[in-house]
């Protein structure tokens, strides 16, 4: 019996989650909860053909819905899965699993691409960071929570800031680990993400960034991260020039503008 408590934390998913929830059970794992918060579309009912374990976050936000996800569960580990993801095989989750225990990590990420052959702008620069920055395995020093195992009882003694409403909850956590000296990395496995299609979904992802982001800043009173945007500009130009991409150079220019952005309305919105 799998040890694994998948955990796919959805609001208004009903065009990207049948897809995930297909391929994940084909996997070997205990139970699928799913947390809604408060979807207005056909979410829930493609989610209830699946498991009986669905609960509301009460609109209180990802950090939250994390938390509860955690919780809920049942199982010694537990995988947050996106609804936009897809896992490629039956094996995916156990493979990872297997990975972390051997390497005595408290979390495990997939490498992440979109396995789409033609793409968008916005997707093909989104996949083009993600193979060039993240798909490295190994030990890091942040991860995401795209397709993602964590062992339960770190989630319950070091729990998601329920304060995080959107971005920046698991930033936030994955800090805490490490400054208490756990380690966590990305696997040797790969799962399908699938980006922001439109200009105007990954501006609206960017600006949620930003927001996440003011988060972190006036919580861990770090102003040096008032300065990522602009790093991660600079430091797409230099990547894609290397990798003769100069085509992408503008995205991650357009990038940086709306993260400064939500970050500035985040700074004020907390104040």
């Known amino acids: 019996m799998s040890e694994i408590s998948v955990v796919i934390c959805v609001k208004n998913a009903e065009n990207t989650l049948k897809k995930a929830m297909d391929s994940l059970i084909k996997n070997n794992y205990k139970e699928i909860v799913i947390i809604d918060g408060n979807s ?16 509301s ?5 990802l950090g939250y819905a994390r938390q509860l996800g955690a919780e809920k569960s049942i199982g010694k580990y537990v995988a947050y899965i ?29 490498q992440m691409i979109d396995p789409r052959d033609k793409k968008s702008y916005w997707e093909e620069g989104e ?39 959107g971005a920046a909850e698991d930033a936030d956590l994955y800090a805490r680990l490490l400054s208490d000296g756990h380690k966590f990395g990305v ?7 699938y980006h922001r299609a ?26 040096h991260l008032t300065l990522v945007p602009f790093a991660i500009a ?35 919105e907390i104040f």
């Not at 976050?57 to 936000?61: E, F, H, I, L, S």
């Not at 039956?90 to 408290?106: G, I, P, R, Y």
């Not at 696997?187 to 993400?193: G, N, R």
């Open 187 to 193: 696997s040797e496995v790969f799962a399908y993400h």
């Open 127 to 165: 996949n083009f960071h993600w193979i060039n920055t993240f798909n490295k395995p190994g030990e890091k020093d942040h991860l995401g929570t795209i397709v993602c195992i964590f062992s339960r009882d770190i989630l319950l003694k070091y729990k998601f800031d329920l304060s995080f409403s």
């Open 234 to 268: 600079i430091y797409g130009t230099i990547l894609s020039l290397y990798r003769m991409k100069p085509n992408l150079i503008p995205f991650y220019f357009i990038w940086m503008i709306f993260l400064f952005y939500g970050t500035i309305l985040g700074i004020k």
């Open 82 to 110: 996106d609804s936009d993801t897809e896992l490629p095989d039956e094996n995916t989750l156990t493979k990872m699993l297997d990975e972390l225990k051997k390497k005595d990590w408290v979390a495990i990420h997939a």
């Open 57 to 61: 976050d009460d609109g209180k936000g």
């Open 198 to 223: 439109s200009y105007a979904d990954f501006k609206k992802q960017r600006i949620w960034y930003g927001k996440g982001n003011a988060k972190a800043i006036i919580k861990h009173n770090a102003i």
């Open 40 to 55: 207005t579309d056909k979410t829930l009912k493609i989610a209830r053909k699946y498991t009986d374990k669905v609960f």
